[in-house]
Nanobody, 124 residues
Framework: QVQLVESGGGLVQAGGSLRLSCAAS????????MGWFRQAPGKEREFVAVITWSGSSTYYADSVKGRFTISRDNAKNTVYLQMNSLKPEDTAVYYC?????????????????WGQGTQVTVSS
């Protein structure tokens, strides 16, 4: 069992930065692949970024590539999402999720555990 708690969301102006954190409980955190997803009002939840269990590989949605960076610290049971050059279209609730195979997975339905989400609002 893995429990996930996101933090770091807030209100920021376009062009600004935020760093999201996702703290995980459970001794097996380091074996899970970790993803970030987001959901805007009236839209489906969409993939943002993923990192493998070791942190050796990452993958990003085209919409955030070059602006967002996912990383993890297995000693702290935490995964991060550094978001730079934010745009109003990045406004959404951001969720972290854990996937038991530890690999690159972008399908929302293949994740096993989810956090409650943190709101990110980017003003123009």
């Amino acid at each position: 069992q893995v429990q996930l708690v996101e933090s770091g969301g807030g209100l920021v102006q376009a062009g600004g930065s935020l760093r999201l954190s996702c703290a995980a409980s459970g001794r097996t955190f380091s074996t899970y692949g970790m993803g970030w997803f987001r959901q805007a009002p009236g839209k489906e939840r969409e993939f943002v970024a993923v990192i493998t269990w070791s942190g050796s590989s990452t993958y990003y949605a085209d919409s955030v590539k070059g602006r967002f960076t996912i990383s993890r610290d297995n000693a702290k049971n935490t995964v991060y999402l550094q978001m730079n050059s934010l745009k109003p279209e990045d406004t959404a609730v951001y969720y972290c999720a854990a996937e038991k195979w530890g690999t690159i997975v972008t399908n929302v339905h293949e994740y096993d555990y989810w956090g409650q989400g943190t709101q990110v609002t980017v003003s123009s």
